[in-house]
């Protein structure tokens, strides 16, 4: 025997499905009436998709540069801070020991001596800076702190100093621990790589720091131990000493500028990456904005007819063989 469904059963199950259909209509009209975009872009683009597509990986690999940039721009800046703090530690201390010898005052050259102590504990923890887990002062060694105690270096160089015979003698150690990759200093104190792969950065045995640290070294320790070498001798490495300070201090200053180029460069390539963004974004919008407004109206119809179909459905639900007759 053939069962014919009624009339009212077919009209209901031609609503749900119209409802189940407003349902997704408003979740795609209600997304697209926040983001201001359309939700489907291949269907609303058509042949046209590859373009937007296009557009969006631009403006993806934009987004990625713009983080590059800025780790490089938060790198130099806490490695100019440094540099910064370096400069004004041993502002002054050349001049003053320069004048102290001048005077013969044993007591002034003791007190710069002591000062240049001080310079060196600052400027060792100033290297010692890192960004996030990366030590900048290290070369390529990101994960060792560059310098370790003032102590044991200035003890190394007091050795020098005794073993010397004279001023020139006293030099050419000096030079050799300071300057050359087999001295004390790269095998002792400074515990990164000579060279960088960054080109961006700074090694701590840069000429510039490391002019800097031997010239405080040597006062630090001739300027404060007495009779260590004889009055003449002392008084001539001091000297020295003061001018290889100064010499250190006027190729930081070259340094900090050569980093702030570094810092120019990318404050342009970010405002680059600002026009570009700008031509992009527009260009992306043109082809997959969806007008807000007119999407919030949309909305709103459709929700209207939603209700419409639910009263409507609830009507048939209720009616009964005998009102359907009627």
Known sequence: ???????????????????ADLRDRISVTSQEAVTGRYSDLTEHLGGRIGSAMLSRKA?????????????RENRLDILQRSLSTVQNRTIG?????????????????????????AALEDIFAALNVRHTER????????????????????SEVEQIATNATDASDFSTAIDTYFDTSGGGFQQNTYNGTPTSSDAESVTGIDPALLAVMKGLAVMAVVGATENLLPEAESTQILKSASETLSSGQTALTTLRADRGLDQARIEHQK???????????AQFNQLTARDQYEAASDLRQLESTLEASYLLTSRLSNLSLLNYLR
Request: negative net charge; glycine residues 6%.
């Open 135 to 154: 030590f900048l002062f290290s070369g390529d060694a990101t994960s060792t702190p560059p310098f370790g105690s003032v102590t044991d270096l200035l």
């Open 93 to 117: 201390l050349d001049a003053r020991m320069q004048t102290a010898l001048g005077l013969g005052d044993a007591y002034s050259i003791t007190g710069v001596a002591r000062d240049a102590v």
């Open 271 to 281: 405002a680059t990456l600002d026009v570009e963004e700008t031509i992009l974004t």
């Open 59 to 71: 403006l993806d690999d934009i987004g990625l540069d713009r983080t590059r940039l800025s780790l």
């Open 1 to 19: 025997m053939l069962v014919f469904p009624l009339p009212d059963s077919l009209v209901t199950a031609k609503l749900s499905r119209t409802v």
